[in-house]
């Protein structure tokens, strides 16, 4: 055939929007380096002269029974401070239920002290506590709940010996279940405060302890005398029937009978050869790098395993079709089979288009978000000294991204023909963060029924709609704006006026069978690291190694690309030309087992109580997946536009 052109090129607008995510990469970059010579606020050095007052705040309390549902460590009836002063929490650690007031405990740098009081009560030493009140603690102690204290921006932790090496928990127990002797509360707290000295005299502090105790108000003594005079003294444990320790029986407590208690602490400061910036590592310290390690070697196996199935496609069956196909007869072409037959039906817009361009500026959104977070704590901007600063800049970072989202999902939406884009544009910036805020916002409404301060407050609920719609939602429409008025992604191939019919599909080609099939392989690359990221969340544990994670991320995005691209190939090798769906549906089957392994990570690992805690569990799970779904899906979508618009450029046909 003398007049066999070839299809037009395709070379401009590739679909996967990795210029996009270098752009904005490059742009965070060059910020986050003008900020050498400055730290991070709230991990700034603080120096302290002998006899500084040095303050322990309070935070929250938590427990691993009843996760994602932290109280106010005044929630119990516990001595307070004359004058309770909030400080002002950032937007994570409002969204983790984080509530810092100050504390009655009265410290000085290296001044230590014995024992002293800690309030007084209604007999000068011991004050008194109602059957209510008693019965709170009581209900706290069962459920293992830990308090979390703060001292110069450093958690406060306690030493536990497993396997003959010490490690430490972050927080205090309120107290312990004896089996034979009773509900025991911690009513004596050892401060332990490591300082290391710097040249010019002052003291930093680089570690936190505290040692729990539990001690009967029969083992104090003190001068009740001297309403001014808050030392004490502890006797040995000799003969009591508690065994010295503060028993707690509410049962036993009948009428207006009320259970005398007594609080109180010692003070102990250490000298320490930590250097400041090394103080995090005691809490961060891991046995598990190992288990990285395999996790990442596991990850790139998997990635070369699909490298090898994609590179044998386009170096032996592509490149063989594509040759025998240009130098054939068109009439001799037709008669074989395959996916060069669907080229005037392969990029036929699909069905229900406007919602997968929905999907896919969402997505991109997501996709840059996470990238950038995870950049950004790899470099340690938002480390765990900085608290809730990963949430905070996840939220913020996503709000701004909402211009690229819309960008990306206006060129798609025009390449399908779509006429409203600005139908196109609210749905895309209300979808993705409707339906998470909706299920969060459900589940807010069971964790106040608990009184929880892991509730959002009104008014943070009023703060994020105001970013949602204030800000994501005009980026979002402005991104829309400028995609819409770009000319549409170019096809290397025109579609014909009568769509092809598709022939029947062998069983493995079904599409929940293909996303069952394909989301194996994307899903075992990151399981491993998904049980450190569930421990993170759900145990109560700090996740910090973000280095890892960025390879995770990186290999991830790499196995959903060339899982998508295979399991479509085989599609249109069967001459089945349905691929737009079919290559989002098929790269986010991993999410499926992101779900079906949190299910198996509750029952074998967690000890939750049922109720509330396993309603949040399944809640967060399901946003969990389902934003999983999204950016898999997103990023197998845009691999598979990007390779399907690369064969069919390379043939040519009249």
């Known amino acids: 055939w003398a007049n066999k052109t070839y299809c037009k090129s395709f070379g401009q607008g590739m679909m996967i929007p990795m210029r996009s995510i270098v752009l904005c990469l490059c742009v965070l970059a060059s910020l986050s380096s003008t900020c050498q010579g400055f730290y991070v606020p709230g991990v700034a050095p603080q120096d302290f002269e002998d006899g500084d007052v040095v303050e322990i705040k309070t935070v929250k309390m938590e427990s691993t029974k009843k996760p994602k549902l932290p109280y106010p460590y005044y929630y119990l009836p516990f001595c307070r401070p004359q004058h309770l002063e909030n400080t002002k929490e950032n937007l994570g650690e409002v969204l983790r239920g984080d509530r810092i007031t100050n504390s009655p405990y009265e410290l000085h740098m290296n001044k230590n002290v014995t024992c002293r009081l800690l309030c007084r009560g209604e007999k000068y030493l011991e004050k008194s506590l109602t059957k209510d009140q008693v019965e709170m603690f009581e209900d706290f102690i069962k459920s293992e709940y830990r308090v979390h204290w703060i001292m110069d921006n450093l958690p406060v932790a306690t030493k536990v010996t497993y396997d003959g090496t010490d490690r430490y928990v972050r927080g205090f127990p309120v107290g312990f279940v004896d089996a034979t002797k009773g509900i025991h509360i911690f009513n004596h707290v050892i401060i332990i405060g490591k300082v290391h000295k710097s040249d010019d005299g002052t003291h930093r502090i680089v570690g936190f302890e505290v040692r729990a105790r539990s001690i009967g108000i029969d083992r104090y003594s003190g001068r009740v005398e001297d309403a001014d005079d808050m030392s004490c003294t502890i006797k040995q444990a000799e003969g009591s029937q508690s065994g010295g320790g503060m028993v707690l029986n509410s049962e036993k407590m009948q009428g207006d009978k009320k259970q005398p208690i007594i609080w109180s602490y010692s003070v102990s400061w250490e000298p320490s050869d930590i250097a400041w910036a090394s103080r995090w590592d005691t809490y961060l310290s891991t046995d598990d790098a190992e288990v990285h390690w395999f996790s990442i070697i596991n990850s790139l196996v998997t990635v070369f395993f699909l490298s090898g199935i994609l590179a044998y496609i386009m170096v032996r069956a592509l490149r063989r079709d594509i040759a025998k196909y240009n130098d054939e007869d068109l009439e001799e072409a037709l008669e074989q089979t395959g996916w060069k037959l669907i080229h005037g039906d392969v990029f036929r817009p699909p069905k229900r288009g406007f919602w997968l361009a929905v999907l896919y500026g969402s997505g991109v959104q997501l996709l840059c978000m996470l990238a950038a977070s995870i950049v950004f704590a790899m470099f340690g901007m938002l480390s765990p000294a900085s608290r809730g600063s990963l949430v905070t800049a996840a939220i913020l970072l996503f709000v701004f991204f909402g ?52 509730a959002v407050p009104f008014t943070t609920m009023i703060a994020l709609v105001a970013l949602w719609f204030g800000i994501s939602m005009p980026l979002v429409f402005v991104g829309y704006f400028f995609g819409y008025r770009k000319q549409p992604f170019e096809h290397p191939c025109k579609t014909h006026n009568i769509p092809r019919h598709v022939p029947s599909q062998v069983w493995y080609m079904h599409p929940i069978v293909s996303m069952a099939l394909a989301g194996i392989l994307p899903f075992g690359a990151v399981f491993i690291e998904l049980f450190f990221i569930l421990n993170a969340i759900w145990d109560n544990q700090y996740y910090y190694l973000f280095g890892f994670l960025f390879l995770v991320f990186i290999i991830l995005m790499m196995s959903c690309a060339e899982i998508a691209i295979v399991m479509s190939y085989l599609q249109l090798c069967a001459e089945d030309h349905h691929w737009w769906w079919r290559s989002f549906i098929v790269s986010g089957g991993s999410a499926i087992y992101v779900m079906a392994y949190s299910i198996f990570y509750y029952t074998t690992k967690l000890d939750v109580d049922f109720g509330v805690s396993t309603l949040l569990y399944i809640g967060y799970t399901f946003i969990m997946a389902f934003t999983f779904w999204v950016f898999t899906g997103t990023v197998g979508f845009g691999a598979t536009y990007w390779f399907i618009r690369k064969i069919y450029g390379s043939i040519k046909i009249d």
């Open 403 to 454: 211009l690229i989202g819309g960008y990306n999902g206006a060129r798609l939406y025009k390449t399908f023909k779509g006429q409203h884009w600005k139908k196109a544009a609210l749905a895309t910036a209300v979808f993705l963060p409707g339906v998470v805020f909706g299920v969060a916002f459900l589940l807010n409404f069971f964790i106040w029924g608990q009184k929880s301060s892991g």
